[in-house]
């Protein structure tokens, strides 16, 4: 919410400035295009403000120079009009500019507003385009650049809560219910999980872009923890796809619990709710314990020397499990997924 509300506030900061400083220090009649560039330039972090700032510079000006050769060709008027938004659409939608709609704006205004026919005024229109843009860098640049490690931690510290939830609700209702049909249930949750490790992977990306040309003192630090979230988000998507296997082989199997054999049954499910709430608790000395008494019920299993047609499903959820606690065991030492404060930065930094 900081980040959101603080990057909102500098929007609109930019914004005024740039007006601003457009009509009181160079004193442009009808500077609206200032503050529309600040404002299409401010973006969420300090490389995407410049990558912003170069392809709303190249649109603006494209955009002046389409609706100057429109009205040269066909006069101001509606052909024209058509011609400049169509045009202006095509050209700023190239590769490396990729801002059609700023291009054929700007066309569009400055061809309605009736600038083409004096140099002046589409020299000022460039001139204000330029401030906006130059007050939406210094704004980003200058003002709490922001970095989005801290929101990319918040994703992920989520996702292994509502994993372990997962295992452990998939506990209860086998042994509750009495039926695998809920397993459809299981897994689209599998499946809301897996849109939750993209948004994760979106807002890592962010963080990572968000380092880039960022100024504060705090940014090495900082993006070598947040590197360090690959690993986690990578295990993360291995457990979610291996519990996704293991309710599509419930649900395959078409078989109520209380007909599994009771050697796999009962330990199983013990071992599945344990890892459940060894997940959910971030408990890496539990997720351990379970991954240690699984492989004692693998050797036990053998010992059985169970057979027939269940054992296929028995091996599967025992690998299934097996896999779910190897990928989070990390995962678990890690939570909570947090980014040391800028001050505890500064002193490890110095100390070292």
């Known amino acids: 919410m900081w980040a959101e509300a603080s990057q909102l506030a500098k929007t609109v900061g930019a914004a005024v400035v740039a007006w601003v400083i457009a009509v009181h220090v160079f004193h442009l009649s009808q500077a609206f295009m200032a503050p529309w560039a600040a404002l299409l330039t ?8 410049f990558k912003r700032a170069g392809q709303q510079a190249g649109a603006s000006v494209l955009g002046v120079l389409v609706a ?6 066909f006069g101001a008027d509606a052909v024209a009009l058509g011609v400049a938004v169509l045009v202006g659409w095509l050209a700023g939608a190239v590769p490396g500019l990729r801002a059609p709609m700023t291009t054929a704006t700007t066309a569009v205004v400055v061809l309605t507003t009736g600038y083409v026919g004096h140099n002046g005024m589409l020299a000022d229109r460039l001139i204000d385009t330029g401030i906006g843009i130059a007050v939406g860098l210094l704004v980003n ?10 929101a990319a931690a918040r994703h992920i510290d989520v996702i292994d809560d509502r994993l372990g939830e997962l295992l452990s609700r998939i506990a209860t209702e086998l042994r509750e219910a009495g039926h695998p049909d809920a397993a459809d249930d299981w897994i689209a949750q599998t499946d809301r999980l897996d849109r939750d490790i993209d948004r994760a992977w979106n807002v890592l990306e962010e963080a990572r872009q968000s380092g880039r040309l960022n100024p504060r003192p705090a940014v090495p630090e900082r993006m070598r923890a947040a590197e360090e979230m690959t690993q986690i988000i990578n295990r993360l998507a291995q457990a979610v796809a291996e519990t996704r296997s293991m309710a599509r082989t419930i649900r395959v199997a078409r078989l109520a619990p209380e007909e599994w054999n009771p050697a796999f049954r009962e330990p199983w499910l013990e071992l599945l709710a344990s890892a459940g709430t060894a997940v959910e608790s971030a408990d890496a000395d539990g997720v351990r314990a379970a991954r240690a008494e699984l492989a004692e019920l693998s050797e036990r299993l053998i010992d059985e020397q169970l057979h027939g047609s269940q054992w296929p499903m028995f091996g599967a ?10 990928s989070l065991d990390v995962v678990a030492e890690a939570q909570p997924v947090r980014v040391p404060p800028a001050r505890a930065l500064t002193r490890v930094t110095r100390s070292g």
């Open 317 to 326: 959820l025992l690998v299934n499990l097996r896999n779910v606690l190897d």
């Open 68 to 73: 100057a050769g429109a009205a040269q060709v």
């Open 42 to 49: 401010v973006h969420a972090t300090v490389f995407g403000t």
């Open 141 to 150: 640049l200058l003002v709490w650049p922001p970095l989005r490690d801290r």
